[in-house]
């Protein structure tokens, strides 16, 4: 089983829609957590870290669900600029650093 | 630019030649990852420098890949004998720090094409 699984799509939505991506994460040790953005051909840019009260950014909203062992993101309205894939970031504190990457869900928003 | 800087941005090369890929990360990140990302994937972790010191290379694939970081700045990343298979995106990423809750900045990264 990978460590951190998300559902790869496409989400095909119609702008303005409400769109929620889940990743759930297998080792209980994860700490932190993440949501990069990555548009074709690009590199990985941060969306938002994941706190375990939640938290909000604009149109997102990301929440951590530690006994379940899943973090999800929610887009309002969106926006055509929102297509992308959203790759799902896990980290364990240890020594160092380590995060490992999910396989990221693509996200299609339709005018 | 204050961003991560690679270079190439795109390599072609005959199978059995090496190569070596280069990463600026931002001045004063102590941090330093390389990863590969293939087709439809997330990126894979390959290895990891806390400053000049490279404290896992777990991902490495094979003994064919090597990296460095011998100042603590500037990163290479190596890959001896290319074989097909190490046709992939090339990412290198670096953190202020070394805790994992700081994110990780990415450069563009290299587009790794093996003949």
């Known amino acids: 089983r990978k460590e951190v699984e998300q559902d790869p799509g496409p989400f095909n939505v119609p702008e303005g829609a409400t769109v929620a991506f889940n990743c759930t994460y297998s080792n209980s040790a994860s700490q932190s957590f993440f949501w990069y953005r990555q548009d074709c051909r690009k590199e990985p840019k941060l969306l938002m870290s994941?706190?375990?009260s939640g938290n909000e950014d604009g149109r997102f909203t990301a929440q951590l669900n530690r006994a379940s062992q899943y973090i999800s993101l929610l887009i309002r309205d969106s926006k055509l600029s929102d297509s992308a894939t959203y790759l799902c970031?896990?980290?364990?504190?240890?020594?160092?650093?380590?995060?490992?990457f999910g396989t990221g869900t693509k996200l299609q928003v339709i005018p | 630019g204050a961003g991560v800087s690679q270079s190439p941005r795109y390599k072609v090369a005959k199978r059995g030649q090496d190569v070596a890929l280069r990463c600026d990360p931002i001045?004063?990140?102590?941090?330093l990852f390389w990863y590969q990302q293939a087709l439809g994937q997330g990126p894979e972790f390959l290895t990891y420098f806390q400053n000049e010191a490279q404290l896992d290379k777990s991902g490495l694939p094979s003994d064919r890949f090597f990296a460095e970081r011998p100042e603590g700045s500037v990163s290479t990343l190596k890959i001896q004998r290319t074989q097909q298979e190490d046709s992939a995106v090339y990412l290198c990423?670096?953190?202020?720090?070394?805790?994992?809750?700081?994110?990780?900045?990415f450069g563009d990264g290299t587009r790794l094409s093996i003949l």
């Open positions: 001045s004063g990140h102590v941090s």
């Open positions: 990423a670096s953190s202020m720090g070394v805790n994992s809750n700081q994110p990780q900045h």
């Open positions: 970031v896990g980290g364990v504190s240890g020594g160092y650093q380590k995060v490992t």
């Open positions: 994941v706190y375990s």
